[in-house]
Structure formats: C-alpha cells, structure tokens
C-alpha cells in the first residue's frame, strides 16, 4: 500500500517506496554488511521492481524508505505488514538503516511504532531478529519487545528470535525514548 503522507520526525522522515526506489532497495539488500544480519537474498534490478509493484498494490502492507533530513539521502528502509485490523497487530521489519547514529536508528523505530499504535490504532507488533544481530535485539529491548527461545526460521534454516511488542509496552518506554532522542546534547 502507498501511505500518501510523509511521516516526519526531527533527523529523518519516512515516506512510502516508490520504483524510483528500486535501485536504492536493492542495493541495500545486497550490501555485504548489511547482508550478515538478514536472511539470504537473490535478486536483479527488474525482481526489485516487481516486488516494489506487487508491494505498493499490496492491502496492509506498507514499505517506507527513510530519508535523513540533514542530507536528503535515502539511509534505510523500514516496513509494517501483514497487518491483521480485526486482531489489532501486525508485523514489522525490513528495518535496514545505513547510519551508525544511534539517535537515527531510534528515532526510525519510534516513528514506526507510533505510526502503527497511533495511526493504525494496533495493539500488538510481532517480528523475527537473526539470533547473531546483537544490535537489532538490543534496539528492540530498549523499545520494550519480548523474546522468544531461539528457534530456527523454517523458511532459511537460520536461527532467529520471534520479537513482540505490546501497545502498553511501547507507552511505557515511549517518553523515555524521545527524551533520549529529542533532548539537546
């Protein structure tokens, strides 16, 4: 689906993909670094597209790129999807961010999160962190998700920890986070 807004924060902005995004998408998919903290991937230019196409058309499914302000630069990606309104949840990920800035990395989660619990008006987040991915399982601990045992994604053959996060959780740890984020250094 194409969120017609942008979804603004103070250092980064979240708009929906595009295919003039195809190429940035998949070169992040495909950048080595980012690779050892995702499950594999195989892809040209022209599947990129099919897939931005098939996602854009797609119902309760949103894939935003993020845009630091400062330079304009696309950095990251992000998404929401599956997004089950009558049991008021959803999963997120797709979460790449080309930035060692931890305000940056926090700031992106926190407007996804608010986006989901606000706008969509859901009570619940689920998703799945590669069980090596140090810094994606202190992010999400820090935002107040739970974790499963290590079990192994069935789909990669690769171990991975389930992650969810309540509505109620996320209020909790939600000023504490844009202190951290929103207060001048």
């Known amino acids: ?29 495909l950048d080595p670094e980012i690779r050892k903290c995702f499950p594999p991937f195989e892809g040209t230019l022209e ?10 058309q797609k119902d309760n499914d949103y894939f935003f790129v993020v845009i630091e302000k400062s330079t304009g630069e696309r950095i990251g990606t992000v998404s929401v999807y599956d997004i089950d309104f009558e049991k008021r949840d959803a999963e997120t990920g797709r979460y790449v961010i080309k930035s060692e800035n931890p305000i940056i990395v926090a700031e992106v989660m926190l407007l996804l999160h608010k986006f989901v619990f606000e706008e969509l008006d859901l009570q619940k987040i689920h998703g799945f962190v590669l069980s090596h991915n140090k810094r994606a399982i202190r992010l999400n601990k820090f935002f107040g ?3 499963s045992s290590e079990i192994i994604d069935e789909k990669n053959n690769i171990p991975v920890f389930q992650t969810k996060l309540l509505r109620e959780n ?16």
């Open 47 to 56: 599947t990129q597209k099919a897939w931005l196409t098939s996602q854009m």
């Open 145 to 147: 998700a739970t974790f």
């Open 1 to 29: 689906m194409i969120y017609d807004k942008i979804i603004s924060g103070r250092y980064v902005d979240l708009r929906s993909a595009t295919l003039d995004d195809a190429e940035f998408t998949l070169s992040i998919r």
């Open 170 to 185: 996320f209020q909790k740890v939600a000023s504490k986070i844009s202190k951290y984020i929103y207060t001048e250094k």
